[in-house]
């Protein structure tokens, strides 16, 4: 008998095709009254293939007994308890790198999309504004700009190398000092008074929470503009808003937001801010690589007892 796979959130037909050929699944997004269905099928659940964004519900891993392995769709997996994983024995796998590229695009498109205007420009065209009132105002350029990378790790580093292209001078703070030729701030309030952009690419979860408080956005300051393509946690989103709407910012490129899917409704109207829909992974090539990488963690998992890329809290799992 093929183990029980539940299923959170969506898959793309291809993981789909590949998980039904190796495990009996379970989506749940079928499954109308829990509490019913996991009395009935609980025990039966080996594994669970989640994303960054759902992760696993406390309750719903209390009604998995037999649960051996959960598999995240996306690098960040601040939304899985390891620890209540890790002392049940239930190894927890996620994609670190293969979306580094298109993340690091993403930043850098909202960096230039801010910095150049593209929604206003977009609307003044097709509003007639440009036959009507003839050219838009001037943009700003990112050429040679200083940018503050908040969290140089994996994609970071991806944004760093990106922007050198643009001759902007770049600094970081992490906890950590690491080795690279980019200037290392162990204060990010001291940074951000410092940079043009601050551009936020840390894992969410406590450690993080509203790392980008009132203190950083105001040394950030009028002519500053925050980028985030981190987790809606990172920053303090009640001071962003404010601090846009009161000219203390001077603008904003945001994929990532409190209460997903929601975005405060303040920021619609915002010339100066451009929203993506947590969209920085989502190509077809990413997120294809991406489901592949998901599945074969779980697949590894049940045929030789190992996984190819496990987070760094069961990295000594097996
Ligand atoms: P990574 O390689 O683990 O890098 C994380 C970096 O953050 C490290 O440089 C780490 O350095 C730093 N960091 C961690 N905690 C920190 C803290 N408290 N203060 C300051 N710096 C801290 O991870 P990654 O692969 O680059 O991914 C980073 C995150 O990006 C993911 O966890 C996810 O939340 C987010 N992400 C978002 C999207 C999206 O769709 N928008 C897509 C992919 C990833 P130190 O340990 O030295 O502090
Ligand atoms: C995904 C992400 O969109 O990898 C991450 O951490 O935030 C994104 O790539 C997310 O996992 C939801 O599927």
């Known amino acids: 008998m093929q183990p029980g796979l539940l299923l959170i959130g969506g898959a793309t037909p291809r993981m789909m095709d590949k998980m039904n050929a190796h495990f009996e699944v ?35 891993m209390a009604a998995l007994p037999n649960l051996k392995v959960i598999s995240c769709y996306g690098v960040g997996y601040d939304a899985i308890n390891t620890d209540t994983a890790r002392s049940r024995g239930i190894m927890v ?28 420009d977009d609307k003044w065209v ?19 700009k200083k940018v503050g990378i908040l969290g140089l790790g994996r994609i970071g580093g991806e944004i760093a190398r990106k922007l050198e292209v643009f001759g902007c001078d770049i ?11 980019y200037t290392y701030r162990d204060n990010l309030v001291e940074m951000a008074r410092e940079v043009d952009y601050l551009v936020a690419i840390t894992p969410g979860g406590e450690a993080t929470n509203k790392l980008v408080n009132r203190e950083v956005i105001d040394a950030l300051g009028p002519e500053g503009t925050l980028i985030n393509v981190a987790r809606g946690s990172v920053v ?20 990532v937001f409190e209460n997903e899917p929601h975005a405060p409704e303040a920021l619609f109207e915002m010339e100066n801010v451009v929203l993506t829909p947590h969209t920085a992974s989502a190509t077809v090539e990413t997120r294809q690589a991406m489901g592949d990488l998901t599945v074969e963690n779980l697949i590894r998992f049940f045929k030789e007892g190992k996984v190819s890329t496990p987070v760094p809290e069961c990295a000594d799992m097996g």
């Open 236 to 255: 303090d989103e009640q001071e962003l808003v404010l601090a846009l709407q009161e000219g203390r910012l001077g603008a904003a490129g945001l994929d």
């Open 171 to 181: 600094s970081y703070h992490t906890r950590n000092a690491k080795d690279v030729a």
């Open 93 to 120: 796998t996620h994609t670190p790198g293969v979306l580094n590229a298109d993340v690091a695009n993403l930043a850098i498109l909202l960096m230039l999309a801010t910095s150049r205007c593209l929604v206003r």
């Open 126 to 144: 097709r509003s007639g504004n440009w036959a009507n009132r003839g050219n838009a105002p001037l943009t700003t350029s990112i050429e040679n």
């Open 26 to 60: 379970h989506q749940l997004s079928e499954i109308t009254d829990f509490n019913t269905w996991a009395t009935e099928n609980g025990e039966t659940i080996e594994a669970v293939a989640t994303n960054g964004h759902d992760g696993v519900k406390p309750d719903i």
